[in-house]
C-alpha cells in the first residue's frame, strides 16, 4: 500500500541542525497522517511529532517543541522534520510513520503506535556533546 523511505540522518554536534526527509510511495498517500518517532536501544519507539493529511494541524512532544518542526510537501509526497538546537537526549533512529486518516479521532490520537500502519526503516540521528 505506502512505502517509507527516511533519509537525512547523520552526525551532528549540539545545537546544530539536521533535516530528515521521508519519501512515500504507493496509493492512498493523499489521505494518510504522517509521523516521526524515534527509539534507542533498549528503549520503546518515543513519539516525536505528527501532521494530518491535509496539513492543517501538528502535534510535537514537549521533549521537542519549538527546536523540531515537521512540514509537508505533497507535490513531493514528502513529509520533513527540520530538527534545530540539537541536544545527545535527540540520538536515536528516527522513524517515519504514516496511517489512514479515518482511524484518527483526536489529537491524542496521533501519539499512538498502533494506529500507524506503514513505517520506513529508520535513519540514525546522532548528536555529540
Known amino acids: 500500500q505506502v512505502q517509507l523511505v527516511e533519509s537525512g540522518g547523520g552526525l551532528v554536534q549540539a545545537g546544530g541542525s539536521l533535516r530528515l526527509s521521508c519519501a512515500a510511495s504507493?496509493?492512498?498517500?493523499?489521505?494518510?497522517?504522517m509521523a516521526w518517532f524515534r527509539q534507542v536501544p533498549g528503549k520503546e519507539r518515543e513519539f516525536v511529532t505528527a501532521?494530518?493529511?491535509?496539513?492543517?494541524?501538528?502535534y510535537y512532544a514537549d521533549s521537542v517543541k519549538g527546536r523540531f518542526t515537521i512540514s509537508m510537501d505533497n507535490a513531493r509526497n514528502t513529509v520533513y522534520l527540520q530538527m534545530n538546537s540539537l541536544l545527545p537526549e535527540d540520538t536515536a533512529v528516527y522513524y517515519c510513520?504514516?496511517?489512514?486518516?479515518?482511524?484518527?479521532?483526536?489529537?491524542?490520537?496521533?501519539?499512538?503506535?498502533?494506529?500507524?500502519?506503514?513505517w520506513g526503516q529508520g535513519t540514525q540521528v546522532t548528536v555529540s556533546s
Open positions: 504507493g496509493r492512498t498517500f493523499s489521505s494518510v497522517n
Open positions: 501532521i494530518r493529511w491535509t496539513g492543517s494541524s501538528t
Open positions: 510513520a504514516a496511517g489512514v486518516s479515518g482511524f484518527f479521532r483526536t489529537s491524542s490520537d496521533y501519539g499512538i503506535k498502533a494506529l500507524y500502519n506503514y
